[in-house]
Nanobody, 128 residues
Framework: QVQLVESGGGSVQAGGSQRLSCAASSSTYKSNCMGWFRQAPGHEREGVATIDFEGRTGYADSVKGRFTISQDNSKNTLYLQMNSLKPEDSAMYYC??????????????????????RGQGTQVTVSS
């Protein structure tokens, strides 16, 4: 069983930065792809970013150029560095993991919302 625990959420002003972390259990070796998705009240889940075991990444168009996903395999930790934050980035952010046939490229980021393993989420609120 893969266990994922997010941290790093909070309140920030527009234009600011925030880094989310996701501590993963050692059993993530069963997954070849990890990522982040978010959900705001009244909105559907939105895939944000993915990263595979070789460090190849994918991003939603809405965050490309502002967010960076990375991982530290020695610490079993996934990160999401968020810069130039906008009020529309406000949402609950979830870390997720799964074994999938592709983890980056067209359509890959959208799939992260359906990953089998996910954390409890961490709230990010961006004020204008």
């Amino acid at each position: 069983q893969v266990q994922l625990v997010e941290s790093g959420g909070g309140s920030v002003q527009a234009g600011g930065s925030q880094r989310l972390s996701c501590a993963a259990s050692s059993s993530t070796y069963k997954s070849n792809c990890m990522g982040w998705f978010r959900q705001a009240p009244g909105h559907e889940r939105e895939g944000v970013a993915t990263i595979d075991f070789e460090g190849r990444t994918g991003y939603a168009d809405s965050v490309k150029g502002r967010f960076t996903i990375s991982q530290d395999n020695s610490k079993n930790t996934l990160y999401l560095q968020m810069n130039s934050l906008k009020p529309e980035d406000s949402a609950m952010y979830y870390c997720a993991a799964d074994r999938v046939p592709f983890c980056y490229g067209p359509g890959a980021v959208e799939v992260v919302t359906e990953f089998t393993y996910r954390g409890q989420g961490t709230q990010v609120t961006v004020s204008s």
